[in-house]
Nanobody, 120 residues
């Protein structure tokens, strides 16, 4: 089992910055991917950014150039640095850890989410 906990959300003005943190613990495979997703009211949860253990990344088009995902592999921690925030970035942000074994996908684990509100 894997436990995932996010932190760092809050209220920020448009153009501001926030840094989210995600700490994972438990049975974490070497071949894992950690990612950030978000869900605004009335919408589906969407990928924001993800990073594989070896360092490859993927970003949603809407956040490219503004958000940066990073990881501390030794601590199984992921971060999302969010700059130039816009009101449309307002959502609950979730961290997800996906374990992969030698056969492929094994399981995915979600955190409880942290609210990010961008408003003046």
């Amino acid at each position: 089992q894997v436990h995932v906990v996010e932190s760092g959300g809050g209220l920020v003005q448009p153009g501001g910055s926030l840094r989210l943190s995600c700490a994972a613990s438990g049975s974490i495979f070497a071949g894992n991917v950690m990612g950030w997703y978000r869900q605004a009211p009335g919408t589906q949860r969407e990928l924001v950014a993800e990073m594989a253990y070896r360092g490859s990344t993927d970003y949603a088009e809407s956040v490219k150039g503004r958000f940066t995902i990073s990881r501390d592999g030794a601590k199984n921690t992921a971060y999302l640095q969010m700059n130039s925030l816009k009101p449309e970035d307002t959502a609950v942000y979730y961290c997800k850890l996906t374990n992969y074994n030698y056969l492929g996908y094994e399981a995915a684990y979600w955190g409880q989410g942290t609210q990010v509100t961008v408003s003046s």
